[in-house]
């Protein structure tokens, strides 16, 4: 009777130790044996939680030459956009100053603060964009089984680069050599990531760029209007009725285009500044409204970019509110509006 009640026991035994090595792996967040049913290269670590890729390997640092390319390019696009910025706000004062001044005082002060306000609201948006840290993930333990405790690495995942933990959506950015957390892009205009500390003051900065470019492009139309020499069209009043429209179109560009030959250097600048700033604020007003609605599907262009169909959180105006951080009245009121919104929808899908 003994032995027939050992030979389970041995067939036991038997069984846990036939499992084969190729399916046991160690998990590198807290350093514990996992043993698996089938090979998987992507595993999850249930004490931890940490994420591994078994065939993930240590890369090695980029070359000296690719490191110094892209802080040349960053430096580049900063030195162009800060000299734009001067030549705006300088040259539009020396160019505008005179002729609102003319029109009475009281419009050239206000346009002397509007031009102040909007400078400095530009500038130190732009300061703080580029020069605060975009979101360095904060530092953990990991190693070791008693040194991490229950989920505390839940859905990290290991930067072979950094040779770190990341946590959940986390990305490391070559330009900057360092992981950001929510990173939504590397700016090279700003020499900086966009991430979940200065992404903020970056939505801040394309908002008071487009307001300003908007203000400068319709004070150098005024002032290039009240400055541009006289047109003559007595030619074009005396043969208009034997012309088609076409060919008054034409002469009407033409002897604009001419007598743009007989501006002064004021209004050149003023020409020149009105169409920098429409184009400029053309781009910067489709690069709001992306990162704007991005900020309202409660994603982030990266995370866009490599899952474009996964719903990373709830869509909806409160998430426009978390990211700018109204006040509670203000936030009450557009939260409100959001629930009524989706309820009106939600019954009109019902009805369909």
């Not at 003994?2 to 046991?24: F, N």
């Not at 090979?39 to 490191?67: E, L």
């Not at 020149?272 to 910067?284: E, M």
């Amino acid at each position: 009777m003994a032995e027939q009640e050992q030979r389970p026991l041995l067939e036991v035994e038997q069984c846990v130790t036939s499992i084969p090595e190729d399916h046991e792996a160690t998990c590198w967040g807290c350093g514990l044996r996992l043993v698996f049913a089938s090979y998987s290269p992507v595993y999850r670590c249930g004490w931890c939680g940490a994420i591994t890729q078994s065939n993930q390997t240590a890369r090695k640092p980029d070359s000296v030459c690719f490191s110094h390319w892209r802080r040349l390019r960053d430096r580049f696009f900063v030195t162009v956009l800060i000299l734009f910025m001067l030549f705006v706000i300088c040259g539009g004062v020396w160019a505008v100053y005179p002729i609102v001044f003319s029109v009475s005082k009281f419009c050239g002060i206000f346009h002397c603060m509007v031009t102040a306000i909007l400078a400095l609201c530009t500038i130190t948006s732009y300061c703080l964009a580029s020069f605060k840290s975009a979101g360095a993930p904060t530092s953990i333990r990991w190693g070791s089984y008693p040194m991490v405790g229950k989920s505390d690495l839940d859905n990290y995942t290991f930067c072979t680069y950094c040779n770190k933990p990341k946590p959940p959506r986390t990305h490391h950015c070559r330009s900057c050599k360092m992981c950001v957390v929510d990173m939504d892009h590397h700016c090279p205009f700003i020499g900086n990531c966009v991430g979940a500390s200065n992404h903020q003051v970056f939505v801040i900065f394309l908002i008071s760029v487009v307001i300003s470019c908007a203000y400068a492009a319709s004070m150098t139309i005024y002032a290039s209007y009240k400055t541009w020499p006289s047109v003559d069209f007595s030619n074009l009043e005396s043969s208009r009725h034997s012309m088609s429209t076409m060919k008054m179109l034409l002469e009407i560009i033409t002897t604009i285009a001419g007598s743009a030959f007989f501006l002064s250097a004021r209004g050149l600048v003023l020409v020149y500044l009105a169409f920098a700033s429409l184009s400029v604020n053309a781009g910067i007003g489709v690069l709001l409204c992306q990162q704007l609605s991005y900020i309202y599907e409660g994603n982030t262009y990266l995370n866009h970019l490599s899952s474009p169909n996964a719903m990373h959180g709830e869509r909806g105006l409160q998430n426009i509110v978390r990211f700018f951080g109204c006040p509670y009245p203000i936030s009450r009121v557009l939260l409100r509006y959001s629930n009524t919104v989706k309820l009106q929808d939600n019954s009109g899908s019902k009805l369909l």
